[in-house]
T-cell receptor
Framework: AQKVTQAQTEISVVEKEDVTLDCVYE???????LFWYKQPPSGELVFLIR??????QNEISGRYSWNFQKSTSSFNFTITASQVVDSAVYFC???????????FGGGTRLMVKP | NAGVTQTPKFRILKIGQSMTLQCTQD?????MYWYRQDPGMGLKLIYY???????DKGEVPNGYNVSRSTTEDFPLRLELAAPSQTSVYFC?????????????????FGAGSRLTVL
């Protein structure tokens, strides 16, 4: 069975601060996929990124970056120079090769104050 | 391009009533899912389907039923609604992909259906 843990339930920062959202996963499968989704106050779920287990290269997209470390089973998400529009709940999720399900973490609520 | 459409967006039910949440996707995706999101919590899988005529239980199936008679539709039925079923329900879909990316596809979510049982 798969498990995703987001230990930070809520984070509050002031605009322009950098913030890192932690994600730790558990799986016995050797091929798996990790995801981050954003849920803004409007409620929809927005896909941000997918990472394959066989590709540990970190990724940067504008102010967003993701650090994937198999050695610690972590897939952390950093927002640089946070903005009020980044305020949302962020979910980390996991699926495995040939699996049918996506397992979500409990989410981290990020509040960015002006 | 509609994607995944859920209806209704909001509904209030009395204890013991029944209802069906509708979900339709126009992307010809084989896989469809129902998740629930309780206040301040993550998403938990209720049921999923890998194709028309095939459904399977997720983590929290009790109190719900599903059917998949077509590729497009995946309704979720609540029988004898209880306050514990107060939640936001999300339908999602994804395509099949074989080979090394099997299981890797991104889910497309509907906008959610907020259900309150009083």
């Amino acid at each position: 069975a798969q498990k995703v843990t987001q230990a930070q339930t809520e984070i509050s920062v002031v605009e322009k601060e950098d913030v890192t959202l932690d994600c730790v996963y558990e799986t016995r499968d050797t091929t798996y996929y990790l995801f981050w989704y954003k849920q803004p106050p409007s409620g929809e779920l927005v896909f941000l990124i997918r990472r394959n287990s066989f590709d540990e290269q970190n990724e940067i997209s504008g102010r967003y970056s993701w650090n994937f470390q198999k050695s610690t089973s972590s897939f952390n998400f950093t927002i640089t120079a946070s903005q009020v529009v980044d305020s949302a709940v962020y979910f980390c999720a996991l699926s495995v090769r040939a699996g049918n399900m996506l397992t979500f973490g409990g989410g981290t609520r990020l509040m960015v104050k002006p | 391009n509609a994607g995944v459409t859920q209806t209704p967006k909001f509904r209030i039910l009395k204890i013991g009533q029944s209802m069906t949440l509708q979900c339709t996707q126009d992307m010809n995706h084989n896989y469809m899912y129902w998740y629930r999101q309780d206040p301040g919590m993550g998403l938990k899988l209720i049921y999923y389907s890998v194709g028309a005529g095939i459904t399977d239980k997720g983590e929290v199936p009790n109190g719900y039923n599903v059917s998949r008679s077509t590729t497009e539709d995946f309704p979720l039925r609540l029988e004898l609604a209880a306050p514990s079923q107060t939640s936001v329900y999300f339908c999602a879909s994804r395509p099949v992909e074989a080979g090394y990316l099997s299981g890797a596809n991104v889910l497309t979510f509907g906008a959610g259906s907020r259900l309150t049982v009083l």
